[in-house]
């Protein structure tokens, strides 16, 4: 039962359960570590007793450490318990999700196993929640793996009580805490065990050594040797002179560096991902100067025989001219050659992403839904959630925002406006595009496809050739990219045939987008001391959830044609 006070100590509770944690890592050495652990339990959770049962080499746990009564500490530090005593103790009793509750009443049956035990003196509970001189509560810690580590056990809380919820959450997060401690102390002492075993091996591998040596200074490409694990994992401990040359560094300045704080921020989750034994990365590493370098990072393990893995060794080639010849080909493949826009595949794939195959005003049935939501959470036998994370949450720790907000009547996303959300249910989050009904503006806003056809640009082709043609259409392509707004597309279809794609627009913004973009059409072109002049004829199409990429610039076009047919030639070429 959680007592009436307890709401009013949490804070107070906090401070002493963040004060305590934080000395957890100031422990220099394991035992140190250990007996840190059941010292804050005993000042800032709120038990008398408390002792730490850790996991030895050969599986039984051992009382490491012991706080707030000298005399069972001297009774029972150091003593075994063997690993099948332990696990039956925490497969019985109750769960208090990652607590092992063993009440008085089914505790007798323990009295004669072989685990380290105290009793204490006490009078029998006067009601239901008092805590029992023979209760027993146990807080397993776990490490990152998985594996045990060992057991908390305390015992006397002061309130003389069972813990209420938050008493069980903040003893939880404690012993979470403290293998985060005990492990972390425990590599910093193989570190050290491994350095001590290094230096008293360097003699024996001063001729392995300068082999190495030679090979790794005189390398063509740049090499590195990183720490692997501990406090200071991936700092750079050494680097050969190419290294250095490629970043613009010395190697006494690279030595203050790991790879994480020389890679461009967009590519850290890269680097994150690359696995330390034979793992490869192509990302970007910063140059003194401030610019980036496009590197290929080949990573091995430099093993010690006797304990496996200590220093990361790698491989970093230089790939700047590769990357820059892909990215020069990827962009033609995507762009028009000659005015440096957007081309017909790449409009129609821009165009493509904000389309779904279902209009907005076609609601899904509940069978459509029930699919969604079964391919959402996940298949029988695959974890629920189909992200990374799983759970159905994201890593910032709340839920999807689709499941619970719906989208009434007026609300920020509703249907007619541009941006509502999908009306297939909770779980399809495709954010439809919607068309503003009808010419007339009534405020609606969507996604505006402006097909622009230039009037007279046959007649200077012929007139005065391809290299004019050339000219004039670069400097529309100017003037058009000029102006429309940031993020809106401007791209060359083919011909003198170009597409704006602006998206928020009412039916007013859009003509009036495309009278200012003819307008910047119209004035004279100088090419070689000749002025020539172009009109333009603009159709405006609105992109639609249930149409296609070319049924969206079928119906642009043929609104343009309608608008070209309806001015006179001589206005046509007048703009």
């Known amino acids: 039962m959680e007592t009436e006070s307890e709401p009013y ?40 007793l408390a002792c730490v049962n850790l996991v ?3 599986g039984d746990l051992v009382v490491a450490a012991f706080a707030g009564d000298p005399a069972a500490e001297a009774l029972i530090t ?149 720490e692997m694990g501990g406090d200071q994992h991936g ?31 967009e590519d850290i989750g890269t680097l994150l991902r690359t696995s330390a034994e034979g793992g490869r990365a192509e990302l970007r590493l910063g140059r003194r100067d401030g610019t980036y370098v496009w590197v290929s990072l080949r990573n091995s393990v430099v093993a010690d025989a006797a304990d496996g893995p200590r220093f990361l060794l790698t491989h970093v080639e230089d790939i700047e001219e590769r990357k820059r010849h892909e990215l020069q080909l990827a962009h033609r493949a995507s762009h028009d050659s000659l005015t440096g826009l957007p081309n017909s595949a790449e409009l129609r794939a821009r165009l493509g992403a904000r389309l779904c195959r279902r209009p907005q005003s076609v609601r899904a049935t509940a069978v459509e839904v029930l699919d969604a939501a079964f391919e959402e959470r996940g298949r029988p036998g695959e974890p629920a959630g189909s992200g990374e994370h799983g759970h159905g949450f994201r890593p910032d720790g709340y839920a999807d925002p689709f499941e619970y907000a719906g989208a009434g009547a007026g609300a920020p996303g509703a249907p007619g406006g541009v941006g509502a959300p999908a009306a297939g249910g909770p779980y399809d989050h495709h954010v439809h595009t919607v068309a503003p009904a009808g010419d007339l503006d009534d405020g609606s806003k969507g996604l505006a496809v402006l097909f622009c056809d230039l009037d007279g640009f046959k007649s200077i082709n012929d007139r005065f050739g391809h290299h004019t043609g050339d000219a004039v259409l670069i400097e529309v392509a100017r ?87 309806s001015r006179s030639k001589a206005h046509r070429r007048a703009g």
């Open 9 to 48: 100590v949490r804070l107070a509770t906090l401070r002493q359960l963040h004060q305590v944690v934080a000395e957890l890592n100031t422990a220099r050495s394991l035992a140190d570590t250990l007996q840190t652990v059941v010292d804050g339990i005993v000042v800032g959770l709120g038990y008398e």
């Open 56 to 58: 030895r080499p050969d």
């Open 78 to 226: 150091g003593r075994v318990g063997s690993r099948g005593s332990w696990e039956r103790r925490l497969s019985m009793g109750e769960s208090w999700d990652g607590l092992r509750f063993i009440p008085h009443t089914e505790g007798w049956v323990l009295l004669e196993d072989d685990v380290p035990q105290w009793h204490t003196d006490g009078p029998e509970p006067r009601f239901k929640d008092e805590w029992h001189p023979e209760d027993r509560l146990y807080a397993p810690m776990y490490a990152s793996g998985g594996e045990l580590l060992g057991v908390i056990s305390v015992d006397r809380p002061r309130n003389g009580r069972r813990p209420g919820a938050w008493g069980r959450e903040a003893l939880q997060m404690y012993a979470f805490q403290a293998a985060i401690a005990i492990s972390n102390a425990r590599l910093r002492a193989n570190m050290q065990r491994a350095l001590v075993r290094l230096e008293r091996e360097q003699q024996a591998l001063r001729a392995s050594e300068e082999s190495f040596r030679q090979a790794f200074e005189y390398a063509p490409s740049g090499m590195a040797i990183a």
């Open 235 to 265: 700092r750079l401990l050494r680097t050969n002179d190419a290294l250095c040359r490629l970043l613009g560094r010395p190697a006494s300045v690279l030595r203050r560096y790991s790879f994480s704080d020389l890679v461009h921020p």
């Open 479 to 565: 003037r058009l990219t000029t102006g429309v707004r940031d993020g809106d597309t401007v791209a060359r279809l083919g011909g003198d045939e170009f597409v704006v794609l602006a998206d928020g627009l009412g039916a007013a913004d859009a003509a009036d987008l495309a009278v200012r973009l003819r307008n910047a059409i119209i004035p004279p072109i100088r090419v070689d001391g000749r002025a020539v002049r172009v009109g333009a004829s603009f159709g405006i199409g609105w992109a639609s959830c249930g149409m296609s990429a070319d049924e969206v610039l079928r119906s642009a076009d043929q609104r343009m044609y309608i608008e070209k047919r």
